[in-house]
């Protein structure tokens, strides 16, 4: 019996010092859980999120052109004060939302326009990726919903644009979920990702100037190149658009979001350039005079000039400077198809333009087994007619070369892309010398007259020495019984050594009611005074 007694108290004791140290770690666990509980408390919150971050698209000079503005919130308590107040800022189905979460208990984020200083309000700032102020938009592009890119550098490299981090708002509580009204709404982002995307070869400054003088452009183009480079420092599109309501567009009939200055257009008589140089380079019938009576017969057609009682005798430097048609019918028939499609497509006419996966369109340019079989072919060629079609960017090249001693740069948009603010450049094309340094002097001193005496004396700027082309390109299109025309120029200055190479489209000139050549005196004078040329 003594045994068995002993045993159960051995037993019992045993139970009872494992009982003790369960309570202990009980109470200890329960402590820890609590003292956790608290610390958690005060650190968690409510988060908001704002949208998410994008790399940043910057011009040549690494300023921004997304992610170059901030905007104000006012991070809103559910207080009777904060209410109070937001309720005195706000109105309408803006105040309605607002006061729905408020009301939720839960604290709103609302944008505004100027700082409010009242008792539970933090005003936060935070980037803005796009506004009403972004320029450039038609190269910029837009995204989609997912943030991703859709047109434009936005989808061409959304790869380095895009990202899924989010700016996001902690608004602080207590354990048991009561905000901190002495605490303030802390904003959170990774700034490192702003400092990353991708850097255009656009100018910002320059493309502000351009935009300018485009303001009053209802449908058009223009575009600014520098010399010996082919970058791209200005790209404007009109009608322009708001990135930052890109939906508002999408039924317009006046197509806000195409991008005309990539799009292929009836060019003209600024190709006649081309063709002038073809016959320099040929060293054949450069001495060629003709008498231009206002028309000529090309294979039993008429063909007319655009001066009806004829512009007299003309050679090559006269042609250009009056825009004879009937000069470039005959000189084409004299030259032949083969020397005129030659120079075309050393100028990489009539085929789409990498500038740096965003490219040009295509246009068309007729095939030389058609030109050689067909007078009247030629004869529209000639004058920048028939079946040709290019872009701004794209006619702009032979300008280009001529302006740079006869070498042809291609043109480029983007410099490089970026990574924490440091620019890992592309490569890009070598010029090619596409004619001799002879025929490009000749042929500038030739379209220094146009703008001295000639169809351009109204896009000779103020400021600066400039030469270049006028066009009035027939579409074939007709609008209330009207033949639709646009209105181009192309040019260069300064003269004495060019800088700047600009391309300018104005769709149907009657609605428009302008023409290229004043547009480009405008840009020409813009940034000689901006850079003092």
Known sequence: MTKKFVSSRRIISVFLCFTVVALICFWRIYIIGNDEQRVQGVTN???????????????????????????????????????????????????????????????????????????????????????????????????????????????????????????????????????LLGDQAEILYNENILASGVSLTIDIELQKLTQNAMQDVKSGAAVVMEVGSGKIRAMVSAPRFDLSRVADYLEDENSPLLNRALSAYNVGSVFKPCVAAALLESGKNTGYVCNCSGRTSVSGHIFKCHKSNGHGQVNLASALSGSCNVFFYKISSLLGADSIYKMARKLNFGTALDMGKVSTASGSLDTLKNLESSQTSLANLSIGQGKLLLSPVSILTLYEAIAGGGVYSMPSIVEGVVKNGIIERVKTSSPTRVMSEQSAKQLKRYLCEVLISGTGVSAKPSYVTAAGKTATAETGWRKDGRLIQNSWFCGFFPVEDPKYVVAVLIEDEVKNGTSGAPIFKKIADNIALYEGL
Do not use: W
């Open 45 to 179: 919150g409510y988060t908001l999120s704002l949208g998410r971050l994008r790399g940043t698209i910057f011009d040549s000079n690494m300023q921004p052109i997304t992610n170059s503005e901030t905007k104000i919130l006012a991070a809103v308590s559910p207080t009777p004060r904060a209410i109070t107040a937001i309720s005195s800022y706000l109105s309408g189905e803006e105040l309605d939302a607002v006061l729905d979460v408020l009301r939720a208990g839960k604290p709103a984020v609302v944008e505004v326009k100027k700082e409010i200083d009242c008792e539970g309000i933090v005003i936060l700032k935070v980037p803005q990726y796009v506004s009403s102020n972004t320029v450039c938009e038609h190269l910029i592009g837009y995204l989609n919903n997912e943030n991703h890119g859709v047109s434009g550098i936005e989808k061409a490299y959304d790869q380095y644009l895009y990202s899924d981090e989010k700016i996001e708002i902690i608004y602080p509580s207590d354990a048991f979920g009561n905000f």
